[in-house]
């Protein structure tokens, strides 16, 4: 089993863990604003949405890894299986719209935090000087 990382020459494996722990932090900390701010059930929600993101995440990674291959029948099968991260989401968000659907606004934000973190990582690069220095 292959991973992203240096070590195997992919490009863009530290933009990937940096989001990964972007997504670690705003997971905690909306844990414990979701409990403090509303209640233990809203915290329970969002750590749901949270975990169906991280779960979403981790799948889009093993898959991405996999499709960079030149074999054209192994990229149309990961693309195939990637169709279950669209899954995944609408599974949890069902059982949990059904069973706590006052809690909406909490899951929504846990799943989305896959999203956040892209967008922090982005707003980093953003601002992040360039490491080549301009010409003299």
């Known amino acids: 089993m292959s991973e992203v990382g ?9 933009h990937l863990r ?3 722990g ?3 932090v705003l997971g905690l900390l909306g844990l414990l604003l979701w409990g403090l701010l509303r209640s233990g059930v809203a915290a329970l929600a969002f750590g749901v949405g949270a975990a169906t ?3 979403f ?3 889009h990674r093993y898959l ?19 169709l279950g991260k ?3 989401i609408a599974l949890v968000l069902r059982g949990m719209m059904g069973r706590y659907p006052a809690e909406a606004l909490p899951l929504a934000t846990g799943v989305l935090l ?16 360039p490491e080549v220095p301009p010409p003299a």
């Open 53 to 55: 993101s991280f779960g």
């Open 86 to 88: 669209l899954g995944l």
């Open 64 to 82: 991405t890894v996999r499709m960079l291959t030149p074999s054209v029948r192994r990229r149309w099968l990961y693309a195939f299986l990637s």
């Open 57 to 59: 995440w981790s799948l």
């Open 6 to 14: 240096p070590q195997n020459g992919l490009e863009g494996a530290e």
């Open 18 to 20: 940096r989001i990964t």
């Open 114 to 129: 896959f999203v956040a973190g892209i967008l922090l990582e982005a707003l980093r690069i953003m601002f992040q000087k």
């Open 22 to 24: 972007g997504m670690v």
